[in-house]
Structures are given as structure tokens and as C-alpha cells.
């Protein structure tokens, strides 16, 4: 039907006129204050829960009585697992001993600020309610609820954001398939139907928006070719139509430069941080938001035979070397498909709790060290009421009882220890200070020194 010449010209006239949503929302006009205000609490938590939970929890790492090498969530793909088969794992799903609760207490308590959890992996299956797949826990699990509303309800209640991982590469949906017969990473994309895919993502993600309202979206399986950097921007740009605070991670683009995770530097690309994957850069980069994602053990999804835990004092260090070069620590977990946080991991977050109980000061809100390197541990340092404090986190304890602190960018004031306050001595010299230590090592993982200069 042609339309009149005037109601052309009205339309023409009024798309002038009114202003594109991008527009209104303003998203796409963000100031460096407002990116700055967006970020702030995401750069003063520092240290995060991940949580990879789903399917992949019932098998545990073992397919037809055999255990299956590799990480526990990849297990449909490392045992050529066809759909038709995995997908009889949804009947067998069914968290009865899931405490939303407790996974939120367990996090605050290790002194995580924000939770990242899996909403839908890989393997296409859905964590929380959503009418775009029956391929959810609501239709497809005897258990038939969603869950992650309830946790994010809970997060909320306890102080922790909560937030989201999404897996844009999917090897259940019926736009991608196999790359052959055996791999499903990374997928390929069916003749004509990435548009489908695409729209199912995006409602997926309005559902996800609307149902548990996460702080981040955390993208990922974004390295298949058939997903491009220019999809990342549209992906982007609709979630910050919907939520124009959300933060999201590089992933939704094609930025990364792979474990590394921070971006290549040949263009621009989309996304508010980069995500170093079981790895910790060797510096920090000034002006660059990042976050290093490790395991606790060798897998991210459960795997019953997996005993390779972490210790404490590694946890403990991690979390302080990653601050000191700036960025965030996000620490995974990887529940049973009974819903409990396996019991080693539990024991490591409580002692990474006791440390931070005692110390979290040298690390929310911290910035990354003044100094290069030092040889008996790492720093963080803070403005306080105009005056610098650098926090001296000391792994391997003098012998001598002095602790060179060279190149200091200022004229000290005094040091103490920051657990207990007990003041220690100084002595100024060669544009730096040496601090009279006590004898002994208050704390084995890092006893936190404060240093605080005249200004
Ligand atoms: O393939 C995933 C993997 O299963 C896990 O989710 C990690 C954690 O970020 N990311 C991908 C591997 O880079």
C-alpha cells in the first residue's frame, strides 16, 4: 500500500525530530565521570564469586563409566556427547540440597562483593525461567524452578551484586551446529539462520534482565567465526538500552586476545573490561579495567574426580597480586547437581574470609602498587582524606627484621601493621625507608603493612 507524500514527510519529519532511544537512555554519549560512576563499584569490590553450575554437574566428568578429560562444563563436547543423549540429563537434574542463601553467605563471608553465575552455558541449557527453549529448569528438571532468582534475591539481601555469565556460543540450539561429526567447539552457523539466533538471544537476555536484573553481563564462547565483533556491538548496545548501568565484560565482542584476555590493540573494541582467563598479567595497565577468572581446582563446572585444590595461601596471594596490579579477582566454584558448593572449596573461602576479615582495607578500593616490584611481596595503596597509604603485603618476612621500601613517592609519615595497629619504626634513607619489623611474621600468607606518606 503506498502511503500519502504527507504522512512520508510527517514520518521523515517526527524521526528528525524525536530522539532515537539510544538517544534518550544517552548509553552512547557517556562521559569518562559517567563510565567512572558506572564502574566504581565493580572497581572497588575487587574479588568476585564465579559459579558454573548446571547439567555438566550430573555426569561430574564421567560418561559411560569412564572419566572424561577436560573441564567438567565441556564434557558434552570432550565425550561427543549427541543433543538427543545429553539432553536426558535435564530429567536426572535436581538440586534438592540447593541454599541460595548459603551460597550467598558463603561468598560474603569469603568477602566477595558480586557473584558471577552461569545462566546458560555452552551446552544451551537455561538456569533460570524463560519462554524462548523448554531447554530451561523449569521444563525440562524434576526440580522445575528457577534458580537463579531466588540467589539473586538473596544476593541483594546479603550486599552482593549479582551477576551473570552467558554463553553466546549454544550446542543445543538449532541455529548452530557441529563444526564435524565429533566437535561442537567452535560451532558453525546454519545457512540463513543467524538472525534467528540472534533474536533468541536477545530475548533470552531481556528475560534474564527482567527476571534477576544482573549488575554485569559476563559474555562468553564469543570465538566461533560465524559471531563478529560488529554482533558484540549490537549485543552491547541493546543491553545498555535495557539497563544503561549494566556493565559488560569483552567477551561480548571479539576483543580479547584469547587466555590473555585483555584486547588486541588494533582497534576499539566493545565491552568494559578485559578477562584474563587462569592467568594473572605480569603489570598492571593504568586506565585498563580487567579481571583474572581461575579455578579453585583444574575445572570450572564440577568433576567429581578433580582433587587438584588450591591452597589458601594461593588464593589469599592471587587475590593480592591481582590488586595490586589493578585489576579484579573472580574465583570459581563448581556445585554438584545436588546444589552444594563442593566442601574443599568452602574450607578455602573461609580461610580467604579470615585473611580479608582482618585486611580488606589494603584491598577494596585499593589501587595498583607505586612500585615495580618487590621482592618480599606486593603492594596496593589508597587515598585517604588527601594523603597517599600504601599497604605492604609481605609474603616472605625479613630475617633481619627491616623491610627496604625504596623509591617511595613521597616523604613518609609513619607505618604500622594494619591488623592490630601496632606502630613500627622507620628509617628514612635513599629516597625510600627501611621499617623495623617484629620478629616474628604476624600472619604465614601476608602480614599488611600501612605506610602512610606526609601527603
Ligand atoms: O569455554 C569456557 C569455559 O567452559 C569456562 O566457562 C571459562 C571460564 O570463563 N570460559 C571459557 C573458556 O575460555
Redesign the pocket.
Same mark, same amino acid.
Given at each position: 500500500m503506498r502511503l500519502p507524500v504527507i504522512a512520508v514527510a510527517l514520518v521523515l519529519a517526527l524521526s528528525l525530530v524525536l530522539p532515537s532511544r539510544a538517544a534518550e537512555s544517552g548509553w552512547n554519549r557517556e562521559t569518562k565521570a559517567e563510565r567512572n560512576a558506572r564502574m566504581e563499584w565493580w572497581r572497588d569490590a575487587r574479588f568476585g564469586m564465579?559459579i558454573?553450575w548446571g547439567l555438566y554437574a550430573v555426569p561430574a566428568g564421567a560418561w559411560n563409566g569412564k572419566e572424561v578429560p577436560g573441564?567438567g562444563?565441556?564434557i558434552m563436547n570432550s565425550a561427543n556427547i549427541p543433543v538427543d543423549e545429553y539432553e536426558k540429563l535435564a530429567g536426572k537434574f535436581n538440586p534438592v540440597k540447593y541454599d541460595p542463601a548459603q551460597w550467598a553467605r558463603i561468598a560474603k563471608d569469603a568477602g566477595m562483593k558480586y557473584l558471577v553465575i552461569?545462566s546458560k552455558?555452552?551446552d544451551g541449557f537455561c538456569l533460570f525461567a524463560t519462554d524462548t527453549t523448554k531447554y530451561d529448569v523449569v521444563d525440562a528438571t524434576p526440580y522445575g524452578e528457577d534458580l537463579l532468582k531466588p540467589l539473586a534475591e538473596e544476593c541483594r539481601k546479603q550486599g552482593i551484586k549479582f551477576c551473570t555469565?552467558y554463553?553466546i556460543?549454544d550446542w543445543h540450539h538449532p541455529a548452530q551446529d557441529r563444526a564435524n561429526e565429533k566437535q561442537y /567447539?567452535p560451532t558453525r552457523i546454519r545457512e540463513g539462520r543467524k538472525q534467528q539466533y540472534m533474536t533468541y538471544m536477545k530475548e533470552q537476555l531481556k528475560d534474564l534482565l527482567e527476571s534477576c536484573n544482573p549488575e554485569v553481563l559476563?559474555f562468553?564462547?564469543e570465538w566461533p567465526d560465524w559471531y563478529t565483533e560488529q554482533d558484540g556491538r549490537e549485543i552491547y548496545a541493546y543491553l545498555r538500552e535495557l539497563k544503561p548501568e549494566i556493565i559488560v565484560n569483552n567477551?561480548v565482542g571479539k576483543g580479547r586476545q584469547g587466555?590473555e584476555g585483555l584486547n588486541k590493540a588494533d582497534q576499539d573494541y566493545v565491552g568494559d573490561f578485559g578477562?584474563p582467563?587462569q592467568q594473572i598479567p605480569a603489570t598492571g595497565l593504568a586506565g585498563v579495567d580487567w579481571e583474572s577468572?581461575m579455578t579453585m581446582n583444574d575445572t570450572?563446572?564440577y568433576k567429581g574426580q578433580d582433587r587438584n585444590w588450591k591452597s589458601a595461601e594461593t588464593l589469599i596471594r592471587n587475590l593480592i597480586d591481582i590488586a595490586s596490579k589493578g585489576g579484579n579477582y573472580l574465583l /570459581?566454584v563448581g556445585p554438584t547437581a545436588e546444589g552444594e558448593i563442593p566442601a574443599p572449596s568452602v574450607e578455602r573461602l573461609a580461610a580467604v574470609g579470615r585473611w580479608m576479615q582482618a585486611n580488606s582495607e589494603s584491598i577494596y578500593g585499593a589501587q595498583a602498587s607505586p612500585f615495580e616490584k618487590s621482592p618480599w611481596g606486593r603492594s596496593t595503596q589508597k587515598r585517604i582524606d588527601g594523603k597517599t597509604r600504601i599497604y605492604l603485603h609481605v609474603f616472605e618476612w625479613p630475617k633481619d627484621g627491616k623491610l627496604p621500601v625504596p623509591g617511595l613517592p613521597g616523604a613518609p609519615a609513619g607505618a604500622r601493621l594494619l591488623a592490630g595497629g601496632k606502630a613500627l619504626s622507620l628509617t628514612v634513607q635513599d629516597g625510600g625507608v627501611v621499617i623495623a619489623l617484629p620478629s616474628e611474621s604476624p600472619d604465614k600468607i601476608a602480614t599488611v603493612v600501612a605506610l602512610d606518606l606526609q601527603r
Open positions: 564465579f558454573h573441564i562444563e565441556w552461569t552455558h555452552h555469565y554463553s556460543m /567447539n559476563w562468553d564462547g567477551r587466555m578477562t582467563e577468572c570450572w563446572g /570459581n
